[in-house]
Nanobody, 126 residues
C-alpha cells in the first residue's frame, strides 16, 4: 500500500500546475485524502482534502478558489489543481490517505492520515 505523488516543478507566478497522487493497494470508495504542504523553515500546513463517501471537499481558507481537489476512480488517482500560483505557494506538497470517514473538519488534521506520499516540490518563481 503506497501513495506516489508527482507533478511538481518550476512554474512562474500566475501559472498553474496539477499534482497527482496515485494510490496502490487502497481505493477511493471510503475514507479520504488530504494534501498538505511544507515550505522551507515552516511547519506543514493543510491545503485541501476530500471525503470520498459524499465527495465532500475542504480547503484551507487562504487557498479557496485557487486550488481544487479531485479524483479519478478508474486510475485510483487524486489530483490537486493549482492556479494563480504565487511565490508563497512554494513548498513540498504531500498527499495523504486515510481509510476512515470523519466529520468534515477532521480532514485538516495530519495525524488522522496513516499513509503518506513522498512529496513533490513546487517552486513558484520568475
Amino acid at each position: 500500500v503506497q501513495l506516489q505523488a508527482s507533478g511538481g516543478g518550476l512554474v512562474q507566478p500566475g501559472g498553474s500546475l496539477r499534482l497527482s497522487c496515485a494510490a496502490s493497494g487502497r481505493g477511493f470508495s471510503t475514507g479520504g485524502m488530504g494534501w498538505f504542504r511544507q515550505a522551507p523553515g515552516k511547519d506543514r500546513e493543510f491545503v485541501a482534502a476530500a471525503r470520498w463517501a459524499d465527495n465532500g471537499k475542504y480547503y484551507a481558507d487562504s487557498l479557496k478558489g485557487r486550488f481544487t481537489i479531485s479524483r479519478d476512480n478508474a486510475k485510483n488517482t487524486a489530483y490537486l489543481q493549482m492556479s494563480s500560483l504565487k511565490p508563497e505557494d512554494t513548498a513540498v506538497y504531500y498527499c495523504a490517505s486515510t481509510p476512515r470517514t470523519y466529520n468534515s473538519g477532521s480532514y485538516r488534521r495530519s495525524d488522522l492520515y496513516d499513509l503518506w506520499g513522498q512529496g513533490t516540490l513546487v517552486t513558484v518563481s520568475s
